[in-house]
């Protein structure tokens, strides 16, 4: 494959150009109707590992995508049911959604927000912020504020500054997240005006980055994760199950100690959402618990998210963790040991009279 010259591939022609996709029409149509965004930095890793590697399923689109099935709905995780205000979520009483832009670093052919991410989707107007920011300010049991997106790191660090700030002077607001794939996949754009940013307020910022495969674990990324943890960021993951990318215990092992060495302390294992075109990403729920419970014996419990379901029509997160109790027999709990005996787990007899 050549080496990508632009620094961002937006077009099926630049693509091809770069020698990372070939000629189909059928691509073509995809991406007339989804968003295509390939950062230098992940085409560089496409090039390297493949265009049917573990990155190069991630970002490049597949005619695949133009096949739909009756169970996808544009809105899987029924944000706009909850939107009360254009850039607001707020599914959950004590934390609300704030989506200052729909413009990513990169597109994902995955997203679950594909219908709504995308270049000409734009960025919040000045209006439509203050009016975000004031519904933020009028709503007392707002605890925490996530900006999500799109991707929230791809603003301004002016504009950046100006959300946080903002934050920081409402005073029921106690802790602020940002979702991005920026350190990931554009690490560059983690500059010291970014960092600054983020520093414009004295509350905790977490940063929980999205990564799904160790590859995307460049050179770049981690030092740009590393810059984010010096400026006072706690630095968590999400992660998505992907089939072809991450769906074997040794991808995900890789990809959770990837992270967790790179300061990112996994944080969610999200089930695919059934968002249009995305069906031949999709993992059954069963082979994805059956993950998790494998590498529960082997990986470092600091390095083990929690597998989550977002059930589709917008009622929440549902864990989806391994279940290791087989059932109750009398009093006994029976459970599935990491060795794969059953323990018998009697209630214990209190002796106490209940003082101390
Ligand atoms: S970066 Fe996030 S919001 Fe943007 S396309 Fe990827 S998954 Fe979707």
New binding site residues.
Partial sequence: MNAPVETILRTTRQLAAAGLIGDDPAVDRVAARYAVAVTASMATVIAAEGRDGPVGRQYLPTAAELTTTADEVGDPTGDEAHSPVKGIVHRYPDRTLLMPTNV?????RF????ER?GPEAGALDDAALAAALGYIEGQPQIWEVVLS???PLVLSPRRLTHIIASLERIAHVATIRIHS?VPIAAPERITDAVLAALAATQKPVYLVV?CNHASELTKAARAALRRVREAGVTVLAQSVLLKGVNDTEAALENLFRGLLSAGAKPYYLHHLDPAPGTSHFAVPIARGRALMKALRGRVSGLALPTYILDVPGGSGKIPLGPDHILGVDGGATLVDGLDRRTYRITPRESTSDGSH
């Fill in positions: 990513c670093a990169v597109y994902c997203c679950f927000r594909r991410v997106g799109g991707d794939r999205h």
